[in-house]
C-alpha cells in the first residue's frame, strides 16, 4: 500500500536562513507527488506538484522540490525563509484518479 | 479564498448525537472528496464523490455516511458520535479532467465530541 513519511515533525528555522522539509514515499507505480501547505486555522493549499519529466519543480511562494526516484524522495526547499511561510506542511502522493495518501506533516516555525 | 465552502466552520455537540457537514465545491468542479485531520492519525481520506456517484472510499466508518447533490454540494453525516470523532473534517474538490491530486480546500468544519 502507498504510504508518506515525513520523518520532521517540527523544524525551526531563522528568518532568512534556507529551508529543506523531507519527504519519502512508498508507492507500487510511478507516482504523482505533491505539497501542500496549511496555514493556522485555513484548508491546505497546494504548493507545487510532479507528475513526470523535469525533476526538479517550482511552486508558488518560491518553493521548489526534486523529485528522487532512486530515494524515493520529493523533499521540499527554499533558499530563504520569509516569517509568513511559519505552517503545517504535507507531502502527498497519489496516481491517476487514486485519491492521494497524505504524510502527517512538519510543521515549521520561524524565529527573528 | 479556494472557492470550496464548508459549513458549519465549529460544532460541538455530545456523544450519541448525530450531525451534517455540508460543502459546495468550486464552481465547476464535479469532484468532492472528505477527509478527516486528526492529531494522532493525520489526514485520511474518507469518500470521493463525482458528480453525484460515489467514485472511491477510504476509511470511512460505518457510521458516517455522504452524498453528492445534483447541484454538486456535499454532506457528510457522522452519526451516533463518539469521542474519537473529534476532528476537522475537510472537504476538496477538483477540476473536471485533472488528477486526484490537484485539490482545492475548503477551510474545514471543526467537530468537537462532548
Known amino acids: 500500500a502507498q504510504s508518506v513519511t515525513q520523518p520532521d515533525i517540527h523544524i525551526t528555522v531563522s528568518e532568512g536562513a534556507s529551508l529543506e522539509l523531507r519527504c519519502n514515499y512508498s508507492?507500487?507505480?510511478?507516482?504523482?507527488l505533491f505539497w501542500y501547505v496549511q496555514s493556522p486555522g485555513q484548508g491546505l493549499q497546494l504548493l507545487l506538484k510532479y507528475f513526470s519529466g523535469d525533476t526538479l519543480v517550482q511552486g508558488i511562494k518560491g518553493f521548489e522540490a526534486e523529485f528522487k526516484r532512486s530515494q524515493s524522495s520529493f523533499n521540499l526547499r527554499k533558499p530563504s525563509v520569509h516569517w509568513s511561510d511559519a505552517a503545517e506542511y504535507f507531502c502527498a502522493v497519489g496516481a491517476g484518479n487514486t485519491p492521494l495518501v497524505f504524510g502527517k506533516g512538519t510543521r515549521l516555525s520561524v524565529i527573528a | 479564498d479556494s472557492g470550496v465552502t464548508q459549513t458549519p466552520k465549529h460544532l460541538i455537540t455530545a456523544t450519541g448525537q448525530r450531525v451534517t457537514l455540508r460543502c459546495s465545491p468550486r464552481s465547476g468542479d464535479l469532484s468532492v472528496y472528505w477527509y478527516q485531520q486528526s492529531l494522532d492519525q493525520g489526514l485520511q481520506f474518507l469518500i470521493q464523490?463525482?458528480?453525484?456517484?460515489?467514485?472511491a472510499k477510504g476509511n470511512i466508518l460505518e457510521r458516517f455516511s455522504a452524498q453528492q447533490f445534483p447541484d454538486l454540494h456535499s454532506e457528510l453525516n457522522l452519526s451516533s458520535l463518539e469521542l474519537g470523532d473529534s476532528a476537522l473534517y475537510f472537504c476538496?474538490?477538483?477540476?473536471?479532467?485533472?488528477?486526484?491530486?490537484?485539490?482545492?480546500f475548503g477551510e474545514g468544519s471543526r467537530l468537537t465530541v462532548l
Open positions: 476538496a474538490s477538483s477540476a473536471p479532467g485533472t488528477p486526484a491530486g490537484e485539490l482545492f
Open positions: 464523490y463525482y458528480n453525484g456517484e460515489e467514485r
Open positions: 508507492y507500487g507505480a510511478t507516482p504523482y
